[in-house]
């Protein structure tokens, strides 16, 4: 079992920035891999970025590639991810996740997940 707490959401001007913590208890931590997920009002979950074990690779979707950065500190059990540039579509619940193997763009990869933290970026 792992527990996963989101923190660091608010409401943030276009342009601005964010940076999302989330803090993992519970089973081992280091030895898997990790994602951002995100859903707005009336639309599916979308993966958001991911992050490998180690920490040496990373995945974005198109759309945040070049403005948003996920990390990881494992002696922290904490994964982060540094929203900048923020557009007002970037406007959603964010939701850590712990990868169980597979693709790391499945929500069906994923098995525990935090309760989320709200992101809204004013026009």
């Known amino acids: 079992q792992v527990q996963l707490v989101e923190s660091g959401g608010g409401l943030v001007q276009a342009g601005g920035s964010l940076r999302l913590s989330c803090a993992a208890s519970g089973r081992t931590f280091s030895g898997y891999a990790m994602g951002w997920f995100r859903q707005a009002p009336g639309k599916e979950r979308e993966f958001v970025a991911a992050i490998s074990w180690s920490g040496g690779r990373t995945n974005y979707v198109d759309s945040v590639k070049g403005r948003f950065t996920i990390s990881r500190d494992n002696a922290k059990n904490t994964v982060y991810l540094q929203m900048n540039s923020l557009k007002p579509e970037d406007t959603a619940v964010y939701y850590c996740?712990?990868?169980?193997?597979?693709?790391?763009?499945?929500?069906?990869?994923?098995?525990?997940w935090g309760q989320g933290t709200q992101v809204t970026v004013s026009a």
């Open positions: 996740a712990q990868n169980i193997g597979g693709s790391a763009y499945s929500v069906h990869d994923y098995n525990y």
